[in-house]
């Protein structure tokens, strides 16, 4: 059984902070990894995918990717009110397998 | 505009009660995809399509139909409906699977059976 692990939150941060967000995955042949932002009855935007070890900058948002500890992560720098939002982690195997696993997501709240 | 549409967007049903939700995607994408997303649980993929006439299980399917007739299609079908499919449906679609930087997800169905 394939599982990815989320801390369900609240994370509580105050704007202009850092806001650190962790997924663990169980499957050692995940080669895919995704963040995805969901705003409360919105649907999953993708914000973030990473493919290899290290990290990954994209404006106020960076991923990291540790393969050997099965750990991804998402910083949020200078967190903003609308950063506030659930966030899902989502993982993939390579080689055809079309079925991603989700997290539970982390919910974030930036507050003034 | 690039978008995936679903309708309805909100439905209340008896069981047993048969019903389609679509889906339809405007970008000439090969992958289409169904999950449901329940409080707990996070999304969880339903069905998959890699192309027309081409659909495989995902992770929950006990309970649900799919069709891919045409490459922008794609439906949920619930042959009989039961309480515990009461869920926030959405619809994805992507060029190539779900790996990709480019997966777009529709607007959500809600949908409540009683």
């Known amino acids: 059984q394939k599982e990815v692990e989320q801390n369900s939150g609240p994370l509580s941060v105050p704007e202009g902070a850092i806001a650190s967000l962790n997924c663990t995955y169980s499957d050692r042949v995940s080669q895919s990894f995704f963040w995805y932002r969901q705003y409360s009855g919105k649907s999953p935007e993708l914000i973030m995918s990473i493919y290899s070890n290290g990290d990954k900058e994209d404006g106020r948002f960076t991923a990291q990717l540790n393969k050997a500890s099965q750990y991804v992560s998402l910083l949020i720098r200078d967190s903003q009110p609308s950063d506030s939002a659930t966030y899902l982690c989502?993982?993939?195997?390579?080689?055809?397998?079309?079925?991603?696993?989700f997290g539970r997501g982390t919910s974030l709240i930036v507050h003034p | 505009e690039a978008q995936v549409t679903q309708n309805p967007r909100y439905l209340i049903t008896v069981t047993g009660k048969k019903l389609t939700v679509t889906c339809s995607q405007n970008m000439n994408h090969e992958y289409m995809s169904w999950y449901r997303q329940d409080p707990g649980l996070g999304l969880r993929q339903i069905y998959y399509s890699m192309n027309v006439e081409v659909t495989d299980k995902g992770d929950v399917p006990e309970g649900y139909k799919v069709s891919r007739k045409e490459k922008r299609n794609f439906p949920l079908i619930l042959e009989s409906p039961s309480p515990n499919q009461t869920s926030l449906y959405f619809c994805?679609?992507?060029?190539?699977?779900?790996?990709?930087?480019?997966?777009?997800f529709g607007p959500g169905t809600r949908l409540t059976v009683l």
């Open positions: 989502a993982v993939s195997a390579s080689g055809g397998s079309y079925i991603p696993t």
């Open positions: 994805a679609s992507s060029p190539d699977g779900p790996s990709t930087d480019t997966q777009y």
